[in-house]
């Protein structure tokens, strides 16, 4: 199983980026797919999430309105499409895999993408 992060890096306040998350080694498109961040210091946050069919979708308040998370079951592949982002979203970005299995929950982690806001 992997799960691996890009598209992280330098970006100005106000700017754009999107991260992708291309998924191997498990069954994509029965999993729920969630975008996490840590900043120095802090605790992980749940940032976004997405259901397996990407028939609905959950945004932490602080980024409600500026990120969308997206997914391409054909591709194995979740997106998070980050628009106007500010100082305090810099974080290690972490993509995540949620499913249900015979034995109970089973969770994936990628390895995670740095995103730094500054000028």
């Known amino acids: 199983v992997q799960l691996v992060e890009s598209g992280g890096g330098l970006v100005q306040p106000g700017g754009s980026l999107r991260l992708s998350c291309a998924a191997s080694?498990?069954?994509?498109?029965?999993?729920?797919m969630n975008w996490h961040r840590q900043a120095p210091g802090k605790e992980r946050e749940l940032v976004a999430q997405?259901?397996?069919?990407?028939?609905?979708?959950n945004y932490a308040d602080s980024v409600k309105g500026r990120f969308t998370i997206s997914r391409d079951n054909a591709k194995n592949t979740v997106y998070l499409q980050m628009n106007s982002l500010k100082p305090e979203d810099t974080a290690v970005y972490y993509c995540?895999?949620?499913?249900?299995?015979?034995?109970?929950?089973?969770?994936?982690w990628g390895k995670g993408t740095l995103v730094t806001v500054s000028s």
């Open positions: 995540n895999a949620l499913g249900t299995v015979l034995t109970g929950t089973i969770c994936y």
């Open positions: 997405i259901t397996s069919v990407g028939s609905s979708t």
């Open positions: 080694g498990f069954t994509f498109s029965r999993y729920i």
